[in-house]
């Protein structure tokens, strides 16, 4: 958009751009991109990707690391502080802007980085999650055994369910408990990988996404609760009859959920190899929903960037790097790998990408600038709540956890086993390609500004950009009308 901005962020007139100049037409031509067919479709989607492995997977072990109940209570309050703000900031900057997780950065083209560093942990992720994927379809077949490979009782699942709601609170206020509670909203919601911006950049202008956003976060919250509640209660029983400590049922926290929910269909009377297939089945396609967004995610970045490329060669390009990459996953020391590279290429700069986004937004933009945006596309004023999760309470909560982190940072082991020194170096070379992103971008939105100099070379950098805003011509002319109006 054209024209100046005052010290609040509002519209100005100047020499070179006059409001006449707009041209408010309310019969311009729209500019034409490509959308869900239906409401439905989009909720659907986004239900795929957000309920999914995070919850089923990768919640139950991550609970079993930190404690169950200990971490259950922190894990709450992260959802409701961290992870639902974070969630429908990002539906609605991908709705009002109609763009993915790269070019939603118009709106602050010096952080454009931070949508750079999250494609690069959305394919860290895909290439752990394709193989999860391999280990689903090796359990399908399996299933298929008469009897099944595995067999089981269930007594003594009530003490494994205590285990999962009772809180040990001398242990609440660890650093890494904090930490693993906010990387779990992450990876459970699937927030700050640009999958969520992406999907909605394809939504209506005026699609009502707040519902469909309480829909999504309370069924991706009860269902990591319902696996946590499964998962436990076969864990209290094989501790019953192993007669160890439920921490020591199994070492391959990261393979939990392939232990536990074999050994209760395995209990079923009445043909337990269709439950099993049933199963297997259901987990092989939350996979698909999960790789699917994610791939989804870097074919849009790629397609935006070079919008000549086919397809169908973005496609195989992905699934031989899934491939090529999933092997080393399921090598003996695949689980040794999975952990490194889930803590350097994921969990971690996902972390600081996400703050510095919230940051960017809420302090940057402007709460207050933002919630205008919020109230012309959905006709609906945001609440108090929203405003101090976003500004405040969010933000403090993300920087305290990361600092607490930081100061109080060990090393990274995988079952009391040390990675070396080559091991870290690699683990942290990978989380440089991410964060090295954000000077990178930084620096060239600054070299862009033309006819600039100084500070106020560097202040234009984070202003929006004239492609900021809603492709809509219609929707964009009176967006900028009521800018000015403001």
Request: glycine share 8%; hydrophobic share 45%.
């Amino acid at each position: 958009m054209s024209g100046k901005e005052d010290k609040n962020g509002k519209l100005v007139k100047s020499e070179e751009t006059e409001l006449q100049n707009l041209n408010c037409d309310k019969n311009a031509k729209i500019v034409q991109k490509d959308q869900w067919s239906s409401d439905i479709e989009f909720l659907l989607s986004c239900i795929t990707l957000s309920v999914g492995l995070g919850n089923v997977w990768r919640f139950p072990f991550t609970a079993l690391e930190n404690g169950g109940g200990t971490f259950v209570i922190p894990y709450t309050l992260i959802v409701l502080l961290v992870g639902r703000p974070l969630y429908y900031m990002e539906l609605l900057l991908g709705q009002f802007s109609s763009k993915g997780c790269i070019k939603v950065w118009d709106m602050s083209p010096a952080v454009r980085g931070v949508g750079v560093g999250q494609c690069i942990c959305t394919i860290v992720v895909l290439s752990v999650y394709a193989s999860v994927m391999a280990l689903t379809i090796r359990f399908f077949l399996a299933s298929f055994n008469d009897p099944l490979p595995w067999t089981t009782t269930l007594d003594g699942a009530i003490d494994g369910i205590i285990y999962f709601i009772v809180p040990d609170w001398e242990k609440m206020f660890e650093a890494k408990l904090w930490y693993a509670a906010v990387t779990q909203v992450f990876y459970a919601l699937g927030v700050c990988f640009g999958s969520i911006i992406m999907y909605s950049s394809y939504n209506r202008f005026d699609h009502n996404v707040y519902r469909d956003f309480n829909i999504i976060t309370t069924m991706d919250y009860m269902t990591s609760l319902l696996a946590g509640f499964i998962i436990f209660g076969i864990l209290g029983h094989l501790s019953h009859v192993m007669n160890v400590d439920i921490r020591d049922v199994t070492k391959s926290y990261m393979g939990l959920a392939f232990i536990a929910y074999p050994e209760a269909i395995a209990k079923f009377d009445f043909i337990p190899q269709f439950f099993s297939i049933v199963f297997f089945l259901m987990l092989f396609f939350f996979c698909v929903g999960s790789n699917m967004g994610m791939a989804s995610c870097i074919m849009t970045v790629i397609r935006d960037r070079y919008p000549k490329v086919k397809c169908w060669k973005i496609v195989i390009g992905i699934v031989c790097f899934g491939v090529s990459t999933g092997c080393f996953y399921t090598s003996p020391g695949g689980q040794f790998l999975v952990n490194l590279f889930d803590f350097y290429g994921a969990s971690f700069v996902a972390l600081v990408l996400a703050t510095i986004e919230l940051i960017t937004v809420s302090w940057i933009y402007g709460v207050d600038r933002f919630c205008k945006d919020i109230e012309f596309m959905l006709r609906r004023q945001t609440g108090i709540y929203w405003r101090l999760c976003w500004k405040f309470v969010t933000p403090t909560i993300m920087i305290g956890i990361f600092c607490y982190f930081i100061f109080t940072w060990e090393l990274l082991t995988y079952q009391d086993r040390e990675y070396s020194f080559n091991m870290h170096a690699l683990g942290w070379c990978v989380s440089l390609i991410a964060l090295l992103q954000l000077p990178i971008w930084a620096v060239y939105a600054m070299m862009k500004q033309p006819k600039r100099k100084g500070i106020n070379r560097f202040l234009k950098a984070f202003q929006p950009n004239d492609n900021w805003g809603t492709v809509s011509s219609d929707n964009r002319k009176a967006y900028e009308c009521s800018m000015y109006e403001a």
